[in-house]
C-alpha cells in the first residue's frame, strides 16, 4: 500500500471539483510552497512536489479517471505517474504559470527546447521557385 496521500487531499478539492477548481488551489498551493517563496525549506519543496504531482494528474482527463479507478497504482505503474528528478523538472512542466507567477527570469534563465524537424514536400516549377528567391530571375529561355 502507497504511503503517498490522496491527490484530492493534497490539493483540498473534492473528488467531483471541477478543472477550475483544480487549477485554482493548485496555484494557491503553488504560490505557498514556491521554493523561492521558502529557500531551503525542505518541507515546503516537497509539499510543493507533491501538489504538482496532484495537479498533473488530476488535471489530465485520462490519469484522472486512472487515479479514481485505481488510486497511485493507476498513474504511478508504467511511467504513467508525475516523476520529476528536480525542480527544473517541475517548471518546465508548469513553466506557462511560473513565468507569470514569478516573472519568469529570476531563475537565471530557461532552457529552450527544440522542437522535432518538420519535414515536407513542395514541388514548384521554374516561375515560382525564381519569384520565392526575391524575383531574382534566372536566365533560362522559355
Same mark, same amino acid.
Given at each position: 500500500?502507497?504511503? @503517498?496521500?490522496?491527490? /484530492?487531499?493534497? &490539493?483540498?478539492?473534492? *473528488? %467531483?471539483? #471541477?478543472?477550475?477548481?483544480?487549477? @485554482?488551489? /493548485?496555484?494557491? &498551493?503553488?504560490? @505557498?510552497?514556491?521554493?523561492?517563496? %521558502?529557500?531551503? %525549506?525542505? %518541507?515546503?519543496?516537497?509539499?510543493? @512536489? #507533491?501538489?504538482? #504531482?496532484?495537479? #498533473? =494528474? $488530476?488535471?489530465? $482527463?485520462?490519469?484522472?479517471?486512472? /487515479? +479514481?479507478? /485505481?488510486?497511485?497504482?493507476?498513474? +504511478?505503474?508504467?511511467?504513467?505517474?508525475?516523476?520529476?528528478?528536480?525542480?527544473?523538472?517541475?517548471? !518546465?512542466?508548469?513553466?506557462?504559470?511560473?513565468? !507569470? $507567477?514569478?516573472?519568469?527570469?529570476?531563475?537565471?534563465?530557461?532552457? =529552450? *527546447? *527544440?522542437?522535432? +524537424?518538420?519535414?515536407?514536400? =513542395?514541388? $514548384?516549377?521554374?516561375?515560382?521557385? +525564381?519569384?520565392?528567391?526575391?524575383?531574382? *530571375?534566372?536566365?533560362?529561355?522559355?
Amino acid at each position: 500500500m502507497s504511503d @503517498k496521500r490522496d491527490l /484530492y487531499e493534497v &490539493l483540498g478539492v473534492s *473528488r %467531483n471539483a #471541477e478543472a477550475a477548481e483544480i487549477k @485554482k488551489a /493548485y496555484r494557491k &498551493l503553488a504560490l @505557498k510552497f514556491h521554493p523561492d517563496q %521558502n529557500p531551503g %525549506n525542505k %518541507n515546503a519543496e516537497e509539499r510543493f @512536489k #507533491e501538489a504538482a #504531482e496532484a495537479f #498533473e =494528474v $488530476l488535471s489530465d $482527463l485520462q490519469k484522472r479517471q486512472r /487515479y +479514481d479507478q /485505481y488510486g497511485h497504482a493507476g498513474v +504511478d505503474s508504467g511511467g504513467g505517474g508525475a516523476h520529476f528528478s528536480d525542480i527544473e523538472d517541475i517548471f !518546465d512542466a508548469f513553466g506557462g504559470i511560473f513565468g !507569470d $507567477l514569478f516573472g519568469g527570469g529570476s531563475r537565471g534563465g530557461r532552457r =529552450v *527546447r *527544440r522542437g522535432g +524537424d518538420v519535414q515536407c514536400e =513542395v514541388h $514548384l516549377d521554374l516561375l515560382e521557385a +525564381d519569384y520565392s528567391f526575391g524575383n531574382e *530571375r534566372l536566365s533560362a529561355s522559355r
